[in-house]
Structures are given as C-alpha cells and as structure tokens.
C-alpha cells in the first residue's frame, strides 16, 4: 500500500514570494489533514478536509494561507505571501476515516521543509 | 480545552538502558491518547494510542504505556534501548470519539541512544 506522498521536499524562498505544496492521499482516505510543524515544536493542525469539504480551518492563517481539495483526493496547500516565521515542516496525513474512534488513524506524509528568507 | 505536557525535551540513554519518556495531559472528557514516532526528514509514525479498555498498551519496536488516570499521565517506556530507538516523540490527546475531533500534540521529545 502506498503511503502519503508530499511534494517537494524542500523549498527554500524569499519573503513575499508564494509557494505550494502538494498532497496525494493513501488510496480510499477520506479525510486529509495539513499540519505546521515549527522547529523544536509538535504538529499544529492547519486544516482538515472530510472528502473535499473543509472541517475544521480554525487555525488556518487565511490571510494568506489558502487550501483545496478538489475532487476529494489531492490536496494543494498555499501560502502567499509568505512571511518568515512560515519556515517550518508541513506535513500532510490521511485517515480512512474522521475523528479519533479504534478505526482512524492518521498516515502521515514526510513533510515539506520551507525556508523562507 | 486538552493539552500535552511532555517532561523532557531531550533524553538520553545507553544502549540496553530502560526508556521513559514523560506524558501528562490534560483533558475535561475521556481522552483518547496516542505515541507518535519521528525519524529525521521522516513524517510521524504511530507507535501506539489508547482509546478504551486495558490501560496498559503495547506498540511497535517493543514500546509500551500505561494509561494512569489519576495521574493524567501516558507514559512511554522501552525495557531495553536500542540505536534505532533515537528519534523525536511526540505525545498527543484528542476526545474520544468526536468526528471533529483534533489531536493536541506535545512539543516532543528527542531520545538518544549512548553506544
């Protein structure tokens, strides 16, 4: 079974300039999810997606961080433009179904590391 | 609101040496609790979660936690280290059972393993 595939798996920018990323799901999940990970920090949830609707954008900086999921598989995350405390790891993780319950667990992609400077 | 608190941000160990690493929580429902695993340039793992039932819980690579209640603790344990044991940890909380339900993750933990 393939895992969550993530590009790229570095980039490095300049502040103001915008940047994506790509997700491509394990085959048949569900939900997909976006996480910030600054250095030295845990995982903060961006965004989460049940099929192609958006369940939770809470803590998603929609000034300038965009995200979509059309057609309910792909993900593209979006910052633009970006600031320098964007530098982080953003990973992407999917689960065959929502929320916590014995038959969720989230697989996570190896991330992207933004640089921005 | 839940939250982690995870005691240690570094914690080193010889080879063959017990593991622990420290997991307290903080949640006003049930929680569900889970063991996250980072390899460099890797993304997480689960290594283990605890949802109901038997309080002690077994994972991958021979690590272990025990759900304490009282304690609001979920710590992570290994009885014998190994070199492929060095990795980030992340302890993480989330309700039980909740559709929208979004995992808290600890600031981590770093274990390494003295030769």
């Known amino acids: ?117 | 609101a839940q939250s982690v608190t995870q005691l240690g941000s570094h914690v080193s160990v010889s080879e063959g040496a017990l593991v622990l690493l420290r997991c307290n929580y903080s949640s006003s429902v049930p929680p569900y609790l889970f063991w996250y695993v980072q390899y460099p340039n890797q993304g997480l793992q689960l290594l283990l979660k605890y949802t109901t039932g038997a309080t002690l819980v077994k994972g991958i690579n021979g690590f272990e936690a025990e759900f304490k209640k009282s304690e609001t603790s979920f710590h992570l344990t290994k009885p014998s280290a190994h070199m492929s044991d060095a990795a980030e940890y992340f302890c993480a909380v989330t309700r039980t059972s909740s559709s929208a339900s979004k995992i808290i993750f600890g600031s981590g933990t770093r274990l390494s393993i003295r030769p």
Do not use: M
């Open chain 1, 1 to 117: 079974e393939a895992g969550v595939a993530q590009s790229p798996r570095y980039k490095i920018i300049e502040k103001r300039q915008s940047v994506a990323f790509w997700c491509n799901p394990i085959s048949g999940h569900a939900t997909l999810y976006w996480y910030q990970q600054i250095l030295g920090q845990g995982p903060k949830l961006l965004i989460q997606f049940q099929n192609n609707g958006v369940v939770d954008d809470s803590q998603l900086p929609k000034d300038r961080f965009s995200a979509e999921r059309l057609k309910g598989v792909d993900s593209t995350l979006k910052i633009q433009p970006a600031k320098l405390e964007d530098s982080a790891v953003y990973l992407c993780a999917s689960s065959l179904t929502p929320g916590s319950g014995t038959k969720n667990i989230q697989y996570f992609g190896a991330g992207t590391r933004l640089s921005v400077l």
